[in-house]
Every structure is written in C-alpha cells, then in structure tokens.
Nanobody, 121 residues
Framework: QVQLVESGGGLVQPGGSLRLSCVVS????????MGWYRQAPGKQRELVAA???????DYADSVKGRFSISRDNAENTVYLQMNRLKPEDTAVYYC???????????????WGQGTQVTVSA
C-alpha cells in the first residue's frame, strides 16, 4: 500500500509564504517524477511544479519565480516553497508521484489527499 501525505497548507495573506511537504510511504521500490498540482473551485486540476529524480524541474508560467520545488530522495519527500502568494493561488494542492512498488514491474501514478491553500487578506 502506498500513501502520499501532504502538509503545510493554510491561510496566508497576499505576499506571504507557505511551504508544502509531501511524504511518500509504503512498499516503494523506486520513485521517478514527483510534483504538485492544484485545483481551484470550478477549475480543472493543473500542474504547478514537477521534479524528476535527476533534478530537472518544470513550473507553470503563473508560478515561475515565486514557487520552488525540491525533493529529498532519501526521505521520499517533495516540497513546494511558495513565496509572494496571490489570491489566485488559492486552491487545493495535491502531491503526485510516479513510482514503482515491490509488487509490480511498472510505474504508476499516485496522488495525495490534498491540502487547502487560501490566500486572502
């Protein structure tokens, strides 16, 4: 069984910062890509930031220069540092990991339960 558990969400004022964390646990053989998505009310889920095991990163244009993704491969953890937050960043943020378990030879995508980020004065 694989679990992705996010933490670090909350209410923050515009211009503030938050750091999200996501710990992946379970019978994990290997983790490839890890990332963060978000879904605002009435909108589709969108990619925020992604990181490969080798360290390559990708960001949505709307967060470039403000958000930073990092990961600790030894701890199976991915982080999202969010600075200069805007009201339009308000959404549920989901952790995502492409991983291989000991029970099968193929990589599959797993999701966390989500953590709410609200940016408001």
């Amino acid at each position: 069984q694989v679990q992705l558990v996010e933490s670090g969400g909350g209410l923050v004022q515009p211009g503030g910062s938050l750091r999200l964390s996501c710990v992946v646990s379970g019978s994990i053989f290997s983790i490839n890509a890890m990332g963060w998505y978000r879904q605002a009310p009435g909108k589709q889920r969108e990619l925020v930031a992604a990181s490969t095991r080798g360290g390559s990163t990708d960001y949505a244009d709307s967060v470039k220069g403000r958000f930073s993704i990092s990961r600790d491969n030894a701890e199976n953890t991915v982080y999202l540092q969010m600075n200069r937050l805007k009201p339009e960043d308000t959404a549920v943020y989901y952790c995502n990991a492409q991983l291989q378990t000991y029970s099968g030879p193929f990589y599959a995508t797993y999701w966390g339960q989500g953590t709410q980020v609200t940016v408001s004065a």
